[in-house]
């Protein structure tokens, strides 16, 4: 499960090999697991924890219990290990950000230990990152329909409510309708590499397709998720305790062996950790000059799925003999004697561009522009914990440029 891959620029590249596919993208191919018949407490958790959370008596249930679940079992199913990450991992922020005057800097040994265990297996750290809080987090309603807005739910929540729902949802659209796209730049790949023009443009309009759906979902985002409401009942929950102005030191993992009683330091659940974007980047030559949320997004990669984490390695590998991106170079070789290419190219790139514009709106009016009451809750940084505004903006100006030079 927490295996490494590598691939060759030189072979083909297939979806399915990273866990990845057309009609799902970077969600799970099969729907996830919404709890385990024999985890008692482990179920009650997940199910009370909007009402413990908001009487603040998480921190209590988790102390009156020795143990919060039963073994970790080596042999249990992929679909299993994600269930119980996604529910230990929710638990785990609930404990530490109950009380956001006073966050809790050490985690008992009744959530820490089977939560590293798990999260070993997955090959992601011990906090809640992006893909239990959106991946492997929902439901459909009409199983026989589609997975997009409005036949999806979430499994587990925080407090609850219409806007953590629907920012939520919001990103498991996004996800889903990025899978024809995703397909669209692997086809485009393949065909750079094997000088097949028609099929390289069949594959960038499939990737312009799904971008343009990609966008309007998230231009739906002010909908039902409000900015005070998202900043001060839905943020809060999902930072986590690396660069964080109310846990400088970190989090402190209860009889965890490997952690030594030593505080550990991780970044908190961010968008950051989908590989949607990374890997337009990556598919499409996008470089981006080194500051520090190109290191930050380096480092986000240690909490995506492993399989999707090579992925985007795989795609950064493949370039042409002038070592140049592959279908970046495919293209602009070809201005002149297929203009449609690089016409196609050029689409798929603002696309991207628009995409990030959105997104650099939202976090100045959800974040930026919001009046900070707790230490915890910082307005400067994101839940990630890094400084994000003026390195969007630059992301994005480098997005722009890339196919004027």
Request: with cysteine.
């Amino acid at each position: 499960m927490g295996e490494t891959m590598t691939t060759s620029s030189h072979h083909l590249l297939s979806l399915s090999r990273f866990e990845i596919s057309p009609e799902r993208g970077f969600l799970p191919t099969t729907d996830p697991l919404e709890q385990l018949p024999d985890e008692t407490v482990l179920n009650q958790i997940g199910a009370e924890l909007p009402k413990l959370l908001t009487a603040r008596q998480f921190r209590h249930f988790v102390q009156d219990r020795h143990a919060v679940m039963g073994p970790v079992a080596d042999d249990w199913s992929l679909d299993v290990f994600r269930c119980v990450m996604r529910t230990l991992s929710f638990a785990g922020h609930a404990y530490v950000w109950e009380d956001p005057d006073h966050p809790a800097a050490r985690l008992p040994a009744s959530l820490a230990c089977p939560w590293y265990l798990v999260a070993q297996q997955l090959g992601r750290p011990p906090v809640l990152s992006y893909a239990s809080y959106a991946l492997h987090n929902w439901r459909r309603l009409d199983p026989l329909q589609p997975i997009e807005l409005g036949n999806v739910v979430l499994l587990q929540n925080f407090l609850g409510g219409l806007d953590e729902e629907w920012f939520v949802l919001i990103h498991i659209d996004i996800e889903a309708k990025a899978g024809m796209g995703l397909a669209g730049l692997v086809q485009a790949h393949n065909a750079a590499q094997d000088n097949r023009p028609d099929e390289v443009l069949q594959g960038l309009h499939a990737l312009a397709v799904a971008q343009e759906a990609m966008r309007e979902t998230l231009l739906r985002m002010p909908e039902r998720c409000d900015p005070y409401i998202y900043y001060s009942r839905v943020r809060p929950y999902i930072h986590g305790w690396k660069n964080s102005p109310s846990l400088p030191q970190g989090v402190i993992y209860e009889g965890v062996a490997g952690y030594a009683e030593r505080p550990q330091q991780f970044r908190g659940e961010t968008g950051s950790q989908s590989s949607i974007v990374p890997a337009l980047d990556a598919g499409l030559g996008i470089p981006h000059a080194d500051d520090p949320l190109t290191q930050y997004l380096v480092e986000m990669r240690d909490y995506m799925p492993p399989r999707h984490r090579a992925f985007l390695t795989a795609l950064e590998a493949r370039t042409d003999e002038q070592h140049r991106p592959l279908l970046y170079g495919y293209a602009r070789d070809r201005k002149t004697t297929h203009p449609e290419l690089w016409t196609a190219f050029c689409a798929c790139v603002e696309l991207l561009a628009q995409f990030r514009d959105i997104h650099i709106g939202y976090a100045e009016r959800y974040i930026f522009q919001q009046h900070q009451s707790h230490a915890s809750n910082p307005t400067a940084v994101g839940t990630g914990g890094t400084p994000f505004m003026p390195y969007l903006n630059k992301h994005l100006e480098e997005t722009k440029r890339f196919t004027l030079e």
